[in-house]
């Protein structure tokens, strides 16, 4: 799905458009530096997103191979990674679109057999996540836990810093939706939290 | 159910520094593999146009280059053996001399053969008569060609 990336206001050029433009116009090491400081955040986005290593991987190619298909047309309307992760955000819709249909392609899950576990990557699988640091363990436990629009207003504000605006516009809507999600899935990260960096509370709690 | 924390919280996080956070940046470790970082950059190379650009400059010079000799040689074949080069009389040439040394022509032969020879030389008479020796002479030869055998009347 091409992005919609037809933001009518010019806004001031950061440090990363400047790079997509010299990229634009041939620069590949331009591309190579946009690369290196964006890989691992739209990664995490995406595999943190989406919950399945392998869809998350196939996501990211996805995202590249479409800035680079249509470097040629860019313009600098936004903030890079507010671009960036719009494209990202548009796969991922269409993963979820497509999931979605297959999993109403497949039989129906048994009641009785053990409740699908999202495919995530081998160090943040439950049987591995002892071996975290247990608050990160159940703090990442809890983003996987989040609802789809809530655990993407969560993502891209930590691995892409937009503001709410930009998640805003990334997400295509409004900022007070934006703004919802957001405090939404704080006070759910939180709450999630809470046993673990008050133990004492919690105790208190179930023996009161 | 609007929470009277919820703006405190949010504005908190929006700040920055939060616990949260902060938290969450400890595990940076996810990174994409190695393959896909490979791939992304390969991909993000003007392979598909320099590489045909080099290819074109490398490889179509000593192409064109050769094609320019195969067409200089086949140029000089066509001049040295080719139908334009061929003096029209060459060929015959060779075929004359081949017929004289071998044998005369059968078809001229022929024709000469079916000629009376009693009326050939009534024709040689008739020329001499006339005073056209050089003529007679000529036919004569000719005659004897046809019919060396011909027992020639002495009158003739």
Known sequence: MAPRMLWPTMEPQDADTGLM?????????????????????????????????????????????????????????????????????????????????????????????????????????????AEFVEQQSALLAAVAALPQEQREAFLLREESGLSLEEIARVTDVPVETAKSRLRYAIRKLKDALRPIQEPEALQLRTYA | MPDERMPDELDEYLRGGSALSSQYKRDSSPQPPHTLDRLVLEAAQPVSRETKKSFKSQSLAPLAFAFSVLLSLALVLAIIFG???????????????????SEPPRAALVSVRERNPAAWLADITALRRA??????????????????????????
């Open chain 2, 131 to 156: 005073g056209r020796h050089a003529e007679a002479d000529v036919q004569m030869r000719r005659f004897r060609s046809a019919y060396p055998d011909y027992v020639i009347p002495i009158s003739q």
């Open chain 1, 21 to 129: 433009l010299r990229y634009r116009d041939g620069d590949t090491a331009a591309f190579a530096a946009l690369y290196a400081h964006y890989k691992g955040p739209l990664y995490r986005y995406l595999l943190r997103h989406v919950r399945n290593a392998g869809a998350a991987a196939d996501l990211f190619q996805e995202v590249w191979s479409h800035l680079i298909a249509t470097r040629a047309r860019y313009e600098p309307r936004a903030k890079f990674a507010t671009f960036l992760f719009h494209i990202a955000h548009n796969c991922a819709i269409d993963f979820f679109r497509r999931d979605l249909n297959l999993r109403r392609a497949l039989p129906a899950h048994d009641p009785d057999s053990p409740p699908l576990e999202p495919e995530v990557p081998e160090h943040q699988r439950p049987d591995r996540l």
């Open chain 2, 83 to 101: 139908p334009q080069a061929r003096k029209p009389e060459d060929k015959p040439q060779v075929m004359r001399v081949r017929m004289f040394q």
